[in-house]
Each structure stands twice: as C-alpha cells, then as structure tokens.
C-alpha cells in the first residue's frame, strides 16, 4: 500500500530525495549515522506528529535542514507519502493518495492532501482504523515490541482496536458527542435571545406608535419652516438693498479722496528724490571718511605691532650671543674625552683575537675525539640492537607457547560443555513443543468466545443506532416546532398590535368607533360597528375580499337612521375626514337596491337622497363563462352577516382573468363589479385597479391570519406535548439499551482479553520453540569448530619450541662482544671530557674580553655623535644669531615710512569734514519741507481710512445677510429638497398663515357664541370633546417630550432661530 516517500530539507535530507517501497520491504536497515531513523520520523511527522520529542529535536523547526560547512540552510521542510489506493484503503476516489506537510522557518505549517491543503483532522480521520497513524502498530520502533507484550489489558486493548478498524468510530462518537453539547448550547442561547427579544417587542411598538406621531408633526414643522424661510428671505433682501446703496455713497467719496492723495503723493516724490541726492552725496562723504580713519588706524597700530617686534629681536639677539660661547666651551671637552676612549679601544682589540685563537684550537682537538666515541657508540648500540630483538623474539615465542596451550585447555573445557549443552538442548525442545500445542487448543476455544460476544454487541448496536435515529427524528421534529411557534407568536403580536392600533381604518372611523364605545348616548349606542369587524373570511379568499369590498369595508353598520339623521341636522358634528354609514339588513326585504346610507364630510345628508325600495333579484351571471361565483359567497355564511354580505357585494363577481371582466363589464355586466383571481378590480364604469394592497390597510387578510395562527398555534401545543412524551420513552428504552450494552462491552473486553493473553502465550511458546531449535544448531556447529582448532594449536606449540632454542644460542655470543667494546669507549669519553672543561675555560675568558670591546665601542659612538650634535648646534645658532640682526633694522626703516603717511591721511580728514557739514545743512530744509507735506497727507489718510472702515462694515453686513441666505436655501435644499426661489415664488407666509388662523379663530369663536342646543345632549357633547381635546393635548406633549429626548428626530435649536426669524419678519 505505501508506494514511496519524498524528503527535501528535512533532517539530513537536504537535497530532495525519493524512497521507493515495493512489494516486500517492511524495514529500513543501515550502519549507524546512515539516516534510517530520519525515514521513520519523515513517516512520522507526516503523518501528524506534534511532538517535538519524538523527532529527537527540541523545537518543531529542528527538522529544518540547518545547513553545513559547505551548503547553506533550507527555508523549509517538505515530506510526502504516496499511498497506492486500488484498492479502496483509504476513504478517497483516488487511485493514488499523496499525503504532505511543509514547514517553513517562521513557524508556518501545512498539511496537503493530494496537493491540496486541508486540516490535521482531516489526515487523522482518513487514517485512523488503517493502522498508518502516528502511534498506531504500523512503524514499530526499537522496544515497540516489548512494550506492548508488557503492557497492561487497556494499553493494548487500543492496539487491538486500531488493528480491528474501531477507533475511528469512537472518535466519531466523541466528536458527535461534542457536537451534540455545542448544539445545545446554541439551543440554550437561542432560547434566551428569544426571551430578551420578546422582551423588547413592546419597547419596539411603542416606539413605532411614536414614530407615526412623529411623522405628524414633521409635516406640520415642514410648513413651519418653509413659511419661515421665505419671510426671512423677504426681510434680509430689503436691508440688503439699502446696505447697497450706503455702500456706493461711500465708494464715492472714496474715490475723490484717493484723487487728492495721488497729487501729495507726486510732491513727495520729488522731494525725497531731491533729499535722496543730499543723501547719497553725504554718504559718500561719509565713506571716504570713514576710509581715512580705518587708514589711520591701521598705520597706528602697525606702528604700535612694529616696536613691539623690535623689542622682541633686540632681546633675541643678547640671547643667541651668550648660547654661541657656551656652546663652543662644550664642544671642545666632548673631543678631548673621543680620544682618550679610542686609545682604550685598541688595547682592548688585540688580547681579544689572541684569546679567540687558543678557543678555535681546543675546539679542533675536542671534535676529533668526539667523533671517535660516536664511531664506538654506535657500533655498541648496533649489537646492543640486536640483542634486543633476540631478546623480543624470544618473549614473544615464550608468550605464544603460553597462550596456545591456555587456548587448547579452554578448547578442551568448551567441548566437554558444548556436549553437555546439547543434551540439555535436546530435552528442553521436546517440552517447548508440548506447550505450543496445548496453547494452540487453549487460543481456538477463546477467539470462538470473542465472535459470540461481538455478534450480541453488533444486535445491540443495531438495535441503540434505530433508537437513536428515531430520537433524533424526534429532537428535530420538536425543534422544528418551536421554531415554528416562536415564529407564530412573534407574528401574531405584529398583527395584534396593529389590530389594536386599527391600522388600516381612517381616522374619521377610528373617532366614531372610539365614540361608540365609550359613549351610551344617540346617536352612538345605534352604530354597530364597521363591515371589516362584521364579516368573516377565509385567509386565502381575504385578498380577494378586500379587492371586491374597496372603501365600503369602512363603513359603518348602524341599526337605525333617525337618531343619526337628527344629530347630523343639528350640525355640531366635528368628524376628521370621510365617514360612510349603512343600515344592517334583518331579512331579505330589508335588502336595498343600492347600498343606503350616510357620509359625513362637513354636513348632513338628507335621507330622501338614498334608495329604500326593496332590492329586486340581482343579475345572476354565475352561467357565464370565465365566472367562478358571486362575492359575497367569499364570507363565511351566517345569516345577519350574508345579508350584509349579499347587499354590499350582490353587484360584485369573482372571474378568472382581466379578459373575461373587460368583456363582461362591455356586456351583460355593465351594472356590475368584476374582481379576477389575480386581484384586478373593474369597476361598473368599466375603470381598471391593479396591484398589490399595502400590508397594513389589508384588513380582512390581518383579521384572517390571525385567526388561523391562533389555531396553528394550539395545534403545535398539542404536537409539542406529544413529541416530548415520545421522546421521553425513547429516553427510557435508550437507557435501558445502554445498559445491554454495556454488560455486552464487558463480556466482550474480557474475552478479548482472555484471547490476547491467549494469544501472547502461544506466541512466546513459538518464539521458545524456535529459540531452542536455533541454539541446538549452534552448539552442534560450534563443537565441531572447537575439535578443529584443538588439533591445530597443537601443532603449532612444537614448531615455536625449535624456534626459541635457536634464538637463545645467537644472543650468547653477542653479549661477550659488547662487553669488549665498552671498555675502548670508557677510555675515550674521559680524554673528552678534559678538553671540554679548558674549552669551558677559555670561552669564559674570551667573553670577559668581548663584553669590555662592546662597551669600549658604545661609549665613542656616542661621543662621535654628540660632538656632531654640538657642532650642528653652534652653526644654527650664528645663523639664526645674523638674521635677527638684519630683521631689527628692516623693522626700524617700516617705523620710519608708517610715520610719514599718517601724518598725510590727518589732513585729508579735515577736508572731508568740512565738505559734509555743508551738504547736511541743504539736506535738513529740504525734510523741513516734505514733514509739513506728510502732515496734509495723514489728514487725508486718516479720513480715507473712516470712510474705508464704515464702507467695510456694511460690506460685512450685506456679506453676513447674503451668508444666512445661502445658508436658509441650503437647509432648505438639504431638508425638503426645494429651493428658496420656489417657496418664496409659491407665496409661503407664517405670519399670513398666523394672521389667517387667528381670524379664523375668531369667527368660530362669535359661531360658538350664537349656537345654543339642548342642555343634556350639549353637556355630553362637550365631555367628549374635552376628553379628546385632553388626549389630544396629551399626545401632544408627549410628542414634544420624545422630540427633546431625541435630538435625531426634530432640531431643537433650528426649531427656535426660525421663531425668532419669523417674529423679527
């Protein structure tokens, strides 16, 4: 099944290396340090080894190639094993499976399936049960054999487990097991989100109740703001009409100011370039002056430098003077003292070379004697050499004849064991053999055991698997059903409080409803309530209710007309918007042939004006094709509400298609209304509706979707309580099955564990059996090679005897000439040594000699080069004496020529002085003239400048009033996506608007002044209207509170500058 592995950068493997596994191998050998155990780890770490212990390294990235003396290290590791997967192995469609993992030196690592990367999981699950995993029985490691048969029952319980292909299946249990707990802790948090969800839903429908508020009053703002806008934009363009005109009164005068500057600035010009003139012409005074006196001070001070240079060599020259004598004195005692070391010198020279003469002489003799003794020595050692290596011989054939008869007596004792060995050999064989057949019975019998109790485990596993299977059925199912609930709930209190908000009905409806409500008083406690509350209707025929009914779904059912026709003629009705009313039909004859009743829209509507002649029998087109039947069979049938239904729809007809109510309404149907399936409307006068109703005015469709979820919901009740007792008895028998289970896996572990010791036993029977057999081979084969060597050695031991006699006789006679030899020598190396001690002598002598000439010729070496020194010496002094004689009187001729020029630079000075005090004088009248100019000049400057500043001020006011217009028409834009040209141009005033309501105001007042009406009837009257007008102000309020609790929804600020704008208007 493996097919090769490919290493590169890992271990010692730097280069990219391939090992191919065919049919067969099933080990790695090689001597030490070859890399086998470096395979194995790159088999290993493949695989998922986490271990950096196990790879023999400290860190993971020890298994980078770290690089040598001549190679540089690699970035990263890479290993891959190919797997031949014909045979379906391994749970892949691939014929061949490629196993990888890279690691780079950062720490980064992947692992790669077939060139692809995946998870470590991933490559652990493919694997596990094959027996290929990182600890599994595959690899077995030095001692991997010996812990096993020495562990315990569950250590190789596991063994056997990932041999018999069931670990993968426990991991699996686990990580369902794992799963299984996340998922109820998902539930567990859905189920709080749930409740804090809830929790918030009346927080979110009050808040939309205030958001309809809200828009209210935006659009009152709205008005507000435009009619604002435009009178402040009539205001700022009035004043800034007359800023203008301030403006151009001062730009004026402005400009005959700057008329009168100009003039005064021309004469000031031509002053100041007449003063410029003087200027540049007493400058010029001023800078030859200003040269005269740096000329005549630098004269001053190298006067000054000059007779301080002279002191200076003057002193110099008295120096050089007394330093020449004492110089010439030292001189003359260095020479006297060279020649008295040189006569020295010589005599020292001359007993030198008579001693070194008598040294070279000793020397000659001693050399000569010496290479006499040599010639002696070495004829000495020659024989002294050879009776050594006879000697050597000789111990070496004593110690060979020693060691072979110790060989032969051990040689002789082997034998006599290996014999008695082989016998004992013999008799343990036929024992071994014995047990290994009673262990073979014993190992049949246990695995017949492990097979019955394994098929009783798989019936229960079978039997737990379908209870589980049912109990997850089960567990989804309830899951399902709760979502469903809380998903029903969550809708039915979104309809509820929009039926508790009566979405969907006017205002004018919701006022009367309200009324009839809380008032016992006529016409109120006639109204019954509206047609929508009346009828009826299946969910899925509400769409098409609602189409067939329109506006009369509003309409308002009363029993009678009378007391309602009485109130209406006495006009105190105040009702918002259009409000249609309509009698309740108690038999067919009641049945009009139009629909009767009331609209209220400002005044009363005369009864004459509605038909109460009995209805005559309605068009029956049910025959005609394409119709499906008459509308008011969409209500469900009782009798007051399909007599109420048959009047309000008996013109009405569900059809199939637009065509068939196009071509009916063109035809027999011309008085009718047709409704089609797809809810199109055509009216009598033969108009088209179209399109979907809006979600909240459905009413028929909310009523009837709330009525089928609370009855979904009271059937998911009664699932619910059904599943959760099902699911309980599951429970119960899967509690039951476990503890089969259990007695079984115990059954089971012990009769494996019997078969594995079983198994352990014939095993090591075997490997006895096999271990005899080999040793009795060897011993027989080793007794044989020892009788062979015995006889050997025996042979051996008599031709080394002959050998050392001969040697013996040889080293003799050697001995007694040595000893004549070195006699001779003893002589020779006395007369030696006497030459030696005189050379000894002389040497001392001559070195006394040598070490008194060195120091005799260091001592006039340095008086030669002092007196060269000091002669050096007095020449530099006589030179250095005659040139400070020549610089003193180069100086004193300098002193002499400065003098003379300064005394001329003194008189040009004068001159230029007096020529500068007359150009000053002209210079002053001409500054006299032009201040008394600049003078006039400032005043006119100063009045420019006022009248700059004021004309500044009203450009900053007209530029502030045309900023809060741009601003205005911006916000405008911004807010209402309309310019302030077409507010203004559509004539929007708050103050008309305030003028016009509060001259309404006033005729309602004088109105409400002259009416009188009956006492009872105007006191309940005004106790509604004071109730209304309560939660009318009420709602207000509270409108305004949640306007200053969000800043988001209404501008507070904007809110008060436009009512300052509007009364500054």
Not at 230 to 255: C, F, M, N, P, V
Request: with cysteine; hydrophobic share 35%; aromatic share 6%.
């Amino acid at each position: 099944m493996l097919k090769s592995l490919e290493l590169f950068g890992f271990k010692s493997f730097a280069d990219r290396t391939i090992f191919e596994f065919s049919d067969g191998i099933t080990c790695v050998v090689g001597p030490n340090g070859s890399g086998k155990s470096n395979v194995v780890d790159g088999i290993k770490w493949v695989l998922g080894d986490q271990s950096p212990k196990s790879l023999r390294g400290k860190d993971m990235t020890d298994v980078i190639f770290n690089g040598s003396a001549g190679r540089k290290a690699n970035a990263y590791a890479e290993a891959t094993l190919t797997f031949n997967n014909r045979e379906g192995f391994l749970d892949i469609d691939a014929e061949e499976v490629h196993i990888g993992r890279r690691l780079w030196k950062n720490g980064d690592s992947e692992y790669l399936l077939n060139r692809n990367p995946v998870r470590l999981k991933d490559i652990r699950d493919l694997f596990m049960g094959t027996g290929a995993a990182t600890s599994a029985y595959s690899i077995i490691e030095q001692g991997r054999v010996d812990q096993i048969l020495q562990a315990n029952a569950a250590t190789r319980r596991v063994v056997f487990e990932e041999a018999a292909g069931i670990s993968r299946y426990k991991s699996r249990k686990v990580d369902a097991e794992r799963k299984l707990e996340r998922v109820g802790q998902n539930i567990q948090r859905l189920t709080d989100i749930v409740d804090e969800v809830e929790a918030q839903l009346n927080s979110t429908r009050s808040q939309a109740s205030k958001a309809a508020k809200y828009r209210e009053v935006s659009t009152e703002l709205r008005k507000l703001w435009m009619g604002m806008a435009a009178d402040d934009w009539r205001h700022l363009t009035s004043q800034q009409a007359s800023l203008k005109d301030k403006i151009g009164q001062y730009q004026q005068r402005i400009e005959e100011l700057n008329a009168d500057y100009q003039t005064y600035e021309e004469k000031l010009a031509a002053i100041d370039a007449e003063v410029s003139e003087f200027d540049d012409q007493l400058r010029s005074v001023e800078k030859k002056l200003s040269s005269h006196r740096e000329g005549i001070a630098g004269n001053q001070t190298a006067i000054e430098h000059q007779l301080e240079r002279k002191q200076e060599f003057e002193t110099e020259i008295i120096r050089l003077r007394k330093q020449r004598i004492l110089m010439a004195r030292r001189t003359a005692e260095i020479q006297k003292d060279l020649e008295a070391v040189t006569q020295e010198k010589r005599k020292s020279e001359t007993g030198f070379q008579e001693q070194r003469e008598k040294l070279e002489e000793t020397r000659a003799r001693i050399t000569a004697m010496t290479a006499e003794v040599d010639a002696a020595s070495e004829q000495i050692q020659q024989k002294q050499q050879q009776v050594h290596e006879l000697n050597k011989t000789s111990l070496t054939l004593d110690n060979s004849v020693f060691s072979m008869r110790t060989q032969l007596e051990t040689y002789s004792n082997s034998i006599d064991k290996a014999n008695e060995k082989r016998q004992q050999l013999e008799s343990k064989v036929n024992d071994a053999q014995a047990v290994v057949e009673a262990c073979e019975v014993r190992f049949r019998s246990a695995g017949k055991r492990v097979a019955e109790f394994a098929q009783s485990l798989s019936d229960v596993d079978e039997q737990q698997q379908m209870l589980l299977s049912e109990q997850d059925q089960k567990t989804q199912q309830l899951s399902d059903l709760r979502e469903r609930r809380s998903a029903y709930q969550a809708r039915k209190s979104v309809l509820e409080d929009l039926e508790r908000r009566q979405e969907g009905i006017s205002i004018g409806v919701k006022d009367i409803l309200n009324r009839a409500q809380t008032s016992q008083y006529s016409p109120w406690n006639t109204i019954i309530g509206s047609v929508a509350d009346l009828l009826d209707v299946d969910l899925e025929q509400a769409a098409l209710l609602e189409v067939a009914l329109g506006i009369r779904s509003q309409l308002l059912v009363i029993s009678e007309f009378e007391p309602l026709y009485e109130f209406l003629k006495e006009g105190k009705y105040s009702i918002s918007g259009r409000v249609g009313f309509i009698t309740r039909p108690t038999s067919q004859t009641d049945l009009p042939a139009t629909i009767q009743g009331f609209t209220l829209e400002g005044q009363a509507a005369d009864p004459a004006d509605f038909s109460t002649e009995p209805c005559s029998e309605p068009l029956d087109l049910s025959t005609e094709r394409g119709v499906i039947y008459r509308a008011d069979r969409l209500v469900k049938p009782t009798l007051e509400n399909q007599l109420l239904a048959k009047m309000l729809l008996a013109d009405t007809w569900i059809v199939d298609s637009l065509e068939t109510a196009v071509k009916l309404s063109r035809g027999v149907g011309k008085k009718c209304r047709f409704v089609t399936m797809q809810g199109e409307l055509v009216e009598e006068n033969q108009s088209i509706f179209v399109g979907a109703i809006g979600g909240e005015s459905a009413i028929f469709t909310r009523r009837s979707e709330l009525r089928k979820l609370k009855n979904d919901l009271i059937r998911i009740d009664r699932t619910l309580n059904d599943n959760e007792t099902a699911l309980e008895k599951l429970d119960a028998l899967l509690s039951t099955v476990d503890e089969e289970r259990s007695v079984c896996q115990s059954q089971m572990q012990e009769a494996s564990e019997a078969l594995s010791i079983e198994k352990a036993a014939k095993v090591a029977a075997e490997q006895k059996l096999e271990q005899w057999n080999e040793e009795w081979t060897t011993v027989k084969n080793d007794l044989l090679d020892l009788e062979r060597h015995a006889q050997k050695l025996r042979d051996e031991i008599e031709t080394v005897l002959t050998e050392k006699q001969e040697t013996e006789e040889r080293l003799q006679s050697l001995n007694a000439l040595i000893q004549e030899d070195e006699s001779v020598l003893l002589n020779k190396q006395c007369e030696v040594q006497e030459l030696k001690e005189q050379q000894n002598a002389r040497k001392l002598e001559l070195a006394t000699h040598e070490e008194r000439l060195a120091g005799l010729n260091q001592r006039c070496d340095r008086l030669k080069l002092e007196f060269e020194q000091r002669q050096q010496q007095q020449e530099e002094s006589n030179r250095r004496y005659e040139l400070s004689l020549e610089k003193n009187s180069q100086i004193k001729l300098h002193i002499l020529n400065t003098r003379a020029l300064l005394d001329e630079q003194y008189l040009k000075q004068e001159n230029l002085l007096a020529s500068a005090a007359s150009v000053s004088a002209i210079r002053d009248e001409k500054r006299q003239f032009k201040k008394q100019l600049s003078s006039e000049e400032a005043a006119l400057r100063k009045e420019r400048r006022e009248l700059s500043e004021q004309k500044h001020e009203e450009e900053f006011k007209t530029r502030d009033i045309d900023h809060q217009i741009t601003t205005l028409a911006e916000r405008i834009e911004e807010e209402y996506q309309l310019t302030l040209e077409e507010i203004v141009a559509s004539g929007e005033s708050v103050l008309k608007q305030h003028l016009e309501e509060q001259a309404q105001y006033e005729s309602e007042a004088e109105t409400e002044t002259e009416s009188v009406s009956e006492e009872e009837f105007a006191s309940a009257e005004e106790t509604a209207e004071d109730v209304e007008l309560s939660d009318s102000a009420a709602e207000q309020d509270e409108v305004l509170s949640e306007e200053e609790a969000e800043p988001e929804l209404v501008d507070i600020e904007l809110v008060e500058e436009d009512v300052e704008s509007a009364d500054i208007g």
